[in-house]
């Protein structure tokens, strides 16, 4: 029996996304044999982060600042806006680095099952954003699945208005393909070869 | 570009072994997104662990306690003293749960061209501790490569003493592997066919 505290830290690190047993124990030895430079510093980095991290009222993205480092920054294109289901596919795309606008995560998709609707997915803000933004182009970048493309289809045809050109990512990716998932290249054709959809105004 | 505090996060946990990049991304935004019941708890472990963990004293593991979880287990057997390279070769063979005596971590292996001799490796005191401990059988449990058994031969000689039984886990583990790669399937049948070496004293 290893010491408890240190048991914990394996078990605790062993069900987290991405990390299995081996990767746990070889992760906290390290950290245990470098209290000073690494251990210590990171406890300070996460203790930082906790204090202030938030979800950006304005986009939804996860920050320690808000608005986030996105929506301060002046020179991001703030008449393009890019929907996207959940931070991590925002932070796929700003990997990408094919993307100058803002975003606005909508937290899933719509859902009748589920009783998830519009108004369970910051659709009412994002009206409200692209008429304060004056957005002159909504990209959406939703997830290449059945519930993606239907929520693609419902945004489409709701926020149709004159003057707001709505265009989708290219399907590039496999059916079935998460964003999250896929490499820069791929996001980068994808965003190049966006094309507009046909709404009732257009 | 994501915020400077949680880009941060990404590339400390990125560079850890056993991680990359796609781990570390979906391990801090799960923790991000899970600050109540993951990222606090987990802040205050490390904290906790940071705080309290040494090498233990007699044995050289890592701990919150010392004398560390295991030398002060009064169900050990300090009569039968395991050596080992590393503190993560500790831990796999008591994953394995087939070792019911106490350890010593010698830190590393002797090399000559790194000027690693017996006082660079707590030889010394494994000497007393035998001899404090009233050990009767020592288990050698070194890794199977040039260093660990030209090591395991030197204390097998250095060591030999009459009411001294010197083991050496079996060799069912390929040439070049490490303890810490094995499952603990192997290095039970390994510590089961452990044998006595041939000592000038035998
Ligand atoms: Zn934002
Ligand atoms: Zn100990």
């Known amino acids: 029996m290893v010491g408890a505290d240190i048991e914990g830290l394996i078990k605790f690190f062993s069900k987290m996304p991405g990390l299995g047993p081996r990767s746990a124990r070889r992760f906290v030895l390290y950290l245990l044999k470098h209290k000073q430079q690494k251990l210590l510093p990171l406890i300070d980095l996460l203790a930082h982060t906790a204090e ?22 002046q020179r991001r294109n703030k008449a393009h806006l890019c929907v996207v289901e959940h931070v991590a596919d925002l932070w796929a795309l700003e990997r990408s680095g094919a993307f ?3 975003y606005h995560v909508l937290g899933g998709t719509l859902s009748a099952l589920d009783g998830i609707g519009p108004d ?34 419902y945004l489409a045809a709701e926020l149709a208005s004159p003057g707001l050109k709505i265009t989708s990512i290219a399907h590039g990716v496999p059916l079935g393909g998460e964003l999250d998932y896929l490499d820069s290249g791929t996001l980068i054709t994808a965003l190049a070869a966006r094309r ?3 709404t009732e105004e257009s």
Chains 1, 2 share one sequence.
Do not use: F, M
């Not at 920050?63 to 920054?73: A, F, G, V």
């Not at 990209?139 to 493309?149: F, R």
């Open 52 to 73: 202030h991290v938030s979800e950006c009222t304005e986009c939804g993205n996860l920050d320690t600042e808000n608005p986030c480092t996105i929506c301060s920054n």
């Open 100 to 102: 100058q606008g803002i």
């Open 120 to 153: 369970e997915l910051r659709i009412p803000y994002l009206k409200q954003r692209i008429q304060s933004n004056q957005t002159t182009e909504l990209t959406l970048a939703l997830n290449v699945t059945l519930e993606g493309q239907t929520t693609n289809h």
């Open 196 to 198: 507009t959809l046909e």
